[in-house]
């Protein structure tokens, strides 16, 4: 993929449904624009484009202690 391309039509909606696959699958914002070579607010854009539920922010969070 070129860095920097307009990317439109069929091109724009396969690299959105890989994007969410991958983030769904665990993968996060920041590694998916480094491995696109594309920016972080491209891919966000991508993934809410796509109807991806968008996770919070902080990792992962622990289960509560037991009391």
Do not use: N, W
């Not at 491209?42 to 037991?66: D, I, K, Q, W, Y």
């Amino acid at each position: 993929m070129d860095k920097g391309k307009r990317l439109t039509g069929p091109a724009r909606d396969k690299l959105a449904g890989e994007l969410k696959t991958a983030y769904e699958s665990g993968a996060s914002i920041r590694a998916l624009a480094q491995d696109t070579g594309r920016s972080y607010g491209f891919v966000h854009c991508l993934l809410t484009e796509a109807g991806t539920t968008l996770r919070r922010r902080g990792g992962a969070t622990r289960a509560p202690l037991p009391h």
